[in-house]
């Protein structure tokens, strides 16, 4: 079983689609590396802001973002008696670049830990690094129930560590990571080209859903005119049957007459084979409908001409009304 398996999964990655398959799944799983999918709800937090509160921690996170600013800073506030090195461990990939100051009520007191993830902290910039890591909580004691006023001193000695040159300048941008970026434009792009195919695909189901109707509406009319040709016909065939019911009753037949009953019979005996061709005719075959109409045409024009043969009856009136000499 596991050798079947295994010859398998060897011959669909050796096919074009197993490739692709394959590099899919790898751009998934860097994309969900990359984009946070282990991260914890610190890191998740700190991807798009400068400020972590945990959950039971008191702290309007709104006015919190404004007092630090777009400063490249980032402080997590957590629980009481809360492991602030794992803390900054958890939060490392998410806020590369920044200084980060991890603090947790203790009593009277915060206790806080430092990390600054400067560029090369553990090259050139190792001192640098340790240096700020010392000076950003300075202070924060102070304000031990108002963790706004805590901050505001936080962002004082951050200020202080950028004019001092120890921590580099310039603001925080926060901009969604390559995978969310590309994970967007994938996207934009599958709303942009399923509307383009809605849109293609509709004007395209309209021109065949139009050609079928008027192909339907050219088929109902040739019907349409085949069954009123036939119509038309069965009352001609109708009237011919009285004449030819009066000539049977007659004793004594003219040749005309003769020839007139001869000429219906093979009339109806048509009409009759035209019966069963206009039962199994194709409704879609056109060619199939328009002659069967030249052939109702055909036999119409022959009842027209068996009307206007002499009657036999009109005769035999005119044989009773002579008087002999």
Not at 85 to 101: K, Y
Not at 200 to 220: M, T
Not at 227 to 252: E, H, M, N
Request: one cysteine or more; proline letters at 4%.
């Amino acid at each position: 079983m596991k050798r079947s398996v295994g010859r398998w999964l060897g011959a669909l990655v050796g096919t074009p689609f197993g490739v692709a398959v394959l590099a899919c799944l790898v751009l998934a799983g860097w994309a969900l590396w990359t984009g946070g999918v282990l991260d914890g709800p610190a890191a998740r937090q700190v991807r798009t802001s400068s400020v972590y509160a945990a959950p039971g921690v008191d702290l309007d996170r709104a006015a919190a973002e404004r007092v630090i600013g777009n400063r490249r800073l980032v402080v997590l506030l957590l629980e009481p008696d809360a492991d602030l090195r794992q803390g900054c461990r958890q939060v490392t990939r998410a806020a590369n670049g920044n200084v980060v100051l991890v603090m947790s009520r203790d009593g009277d007191d915060y206790d806080t830990y430092g990390c600054a993830l400067l560029p090369r902290r553990d090259d050139e910039n190792f001192g640098r690094a340790a240096v700020a890591e010392m000076i950003i909580g300075r202070g924060v004691d102070t304000f031990p129930d108002r963790p706004l006023e805590a901050l505001k001193v936080v962002t004082v000695n951050y200020d202080l560590l950028v004019k001092a040159g120890t921590v580099p300048d310039g603001t925080r941008t926060i901009s969604p990571s390559l995978p969310r970026f590309l994970l967007a434009v994938a996207a934009l792009g599958a709303v942009v080209v399923g509307a383009a195919t809605l849109y293609i695909g509709g004007r395209r189901a309209g021109r065949l859903a139009n050609a079928r109707r008027r192909h339907r509406d050219e088929h109902a009319d040739g019907r349409s005119t085949l069954s009123a040709a036939a119509a038309v016909l069965a009352q001609q065939i109708i009237d011919l049957d009285q004449r030819y019911a009066a000539t049977g009753r007659r004793a004594r037949v003219s040749g005309a007459e003769r020839e007139f009953g001869r000429r219906y019979l093979a009339l109806t005996s048509d009409y009759a084979e035209l019966l069963d061709r206009i039962a199994t005719v194709d409704a879609d075959d056109d060619a199939a409908v328009r002659r069967l109409v030249d052939h109702v045409d055909a036999l119409s024009r022959r009842a027209l001409q068996l009307t206007g043969t002499p009657s036999a009856a009109g005769a035999a009136v005119g044989g009773t009304d002579r008087k002999g000499p």
